[in-house]
């Protein structure tokens, strides 16, 4: 069945409520379509003991501040996904879920999301659809050849699968360092990152890097080298469970090593560990197959943009997929602003086109 709106939002996420929150203040027509059957975005698939890195109170969308979680000053994914879905209720999202995005395509002055209940006749896309959905595994030498478990950190769970096994983390950020934790106490653990690891102090946390994340962003479009800021994206964040492990010695990080083999891995001199599994906590790219069928990919994949605003298309707005579409756009208190900002320029749009 065809059905319009005048913007339709891809991703019933954080990113994609927080559009949904500045579209409905600005009074547009709009629709949000989640290829997720509950609420919650990606937040429903995590690991058993992910906490965030800053308090509820600094990890909220626009207009409700997230309850902070009894006993917790990091709340952990549950709460998020309790909030998530308190959030689209009190603003009365128009949420439509199970709905799967194939593609969008440009057909003539209006915009066509195929989707797997029907096509949607849209003025303006929001795609808000995140990185969760698309893990990032580095070409290691020898990865084929591994006869034990590997899996991204989507897959990941919790140490309990690990049990009394040998485990190399590979990863260095805040996912590796909160796996690692997990698996310290239970497993025969190696830690292994590019670099050693850089802890912020254990009185700072999220909030210092949504600040780094905020003033780098300005000096850049400033043409400005200088980034200021304190911390960057890739420092981790001592919370608790990091920081238990780390000064128990238990958390000690390896170099990378430059193989894999049948048993395990191997460094450049000789050195080898044996394993039983290996855990990539190695990233994630931005999920934009459905946006293939406009031909609007640059280098390295990243549509260009101005803002949120596609360059070359200013009828598509991206949105929560990292700093290249809004500073700390793909964390919970930094997507905010580039959804106002999205949801004002999109409701420019419209107006000029009336």
């Given at each position: 069945m065809t059905q319009h709106s005048d913007v339709v939002v891809i991703g019933g996420g954080q990113a994609g409520l927080a559009a949904g929150y500045h579209l409905r203040r600005l009074g547009l027509d709009f629709v949000v379509l989640d290829a997720q059957a509950t609420p919650g975005g990606a937040w429903q698939h995590t690991w058993d003991s992910l906490h965030l890195f800053s308090p509820a109170a600094f990890s909220s969308l626009p207009g409700r501040l997230m309850p902070p979680q009894p006993g917790q000053e990091y709340p952990d994914a549950g709460h998020v996904v309790a909030y998530l879905s308190d959030y689209e209720k009190r603003y009365?999202?128009?949420?439509?879920?199970?709905?799967?995005?194939?593609?969008?395509?440009?057909?003539?002055?209006?915009?066509?999301?195929?989707?797997?209940?029907?096509?949607?006749?849209?003025?303006?896309?929001?795609?808000?659809?995140?990185?969760?959905?698309?893990?990032?595994?580095?070409?290691?030498p020898g990865r084929g050849d591994f006869?034990?478990?590997?899996?991204?950190?989507?897959?990941y769970?919790?140490?309990r699968d690990f049990a009394g096994q040998r485990v190399i983390v590979v990863g260095g950020g805040n996912s590796g360092a909160q796996i690692a934790a997990d698996l310290a106490h239970d497993t025969e653990l190696t830690w292994v990152t590019r670099r050693p690891p850089r802890y912020l102090a254990d009185?700072?946390?999220?909030?210092?890097?949504?600040?780094?994340?905020?003033?780098?962003?300005r000096a850049l479009d400033e043409g400005r080298t200088d980034t200021g800021g304190v911390a960057s994206l890739g420092d981790v964040v001592a919370v608790p469970p990091v920081r238990e492990a780390r000064d128990a010695g238990r958390l000690k990080a390896s170099p990378?090593?430059?193989?894999?083999?049948?048993?395990?891995?191997?460094?450049?001199?000789?050195?080898?560990?044996?394993?039983?599994?290996?855990?990539?906590?190695?990233?994630f790219?931005?999920?934009?197959?459905?946006?293939?069928?406009?031909?609007?990919r640059g280098p390295r994949g990243h549509i260009p943009t101005q803002g949120t605003r596609a360059v070359a298309d200013p009828r598509l707005?991206?949105?929560?997929?990292?700093?290249?579409?809004?500073?700390?756009?793909?964390?919970?208190?930094?997507?905010?602003?580039?959804?106002?900002?999205?949801?004002?320029?999109?409701?420019?749009?419209?107006?000029?086109?009336r």
């Open positions: 009365d999202l128009p949420v439509q879920r199970p709905v799967r995005v194939i593609g969008v395509h440009a057909d003539s002055r209006l915009l066509r999301v195929e989707t797997d209940s029907g096509p949607w006749y849209t003025r303006a896309v929001i795609s808000a659809t995140g990185t969760w959905w698309r893990p990032f595994l580095p070409a290691v006869q034990g478990r590997q899996l991204h950190t989507v897959s769970r919790g140490p009185d700072i946390d999220g909030r210092a890097l949504f600040d780094a994340a905020t003033a780098r962003r990378m090593f430059a193989r894999l083999d049948r048993d395990g891995v191997a460094w450049a001199d000789g050195t080898r560990a044996p394993a039983d599994a290996v855990i990539w906590c190695t990233g790219r931005p999920a934009l197959s459905h946006l293939s069928p406009l031909g609007l707005h991206l949105l929560g997929y990292g700093d290249w579409t809004g500073p700390a756009s793909a964390t919970l208190i930094g997507v905010g602003r580039p959804a106002r900002d999205a949801a004002r320029e999109i409701a420019g749009l419209l107006e000029g086109a």
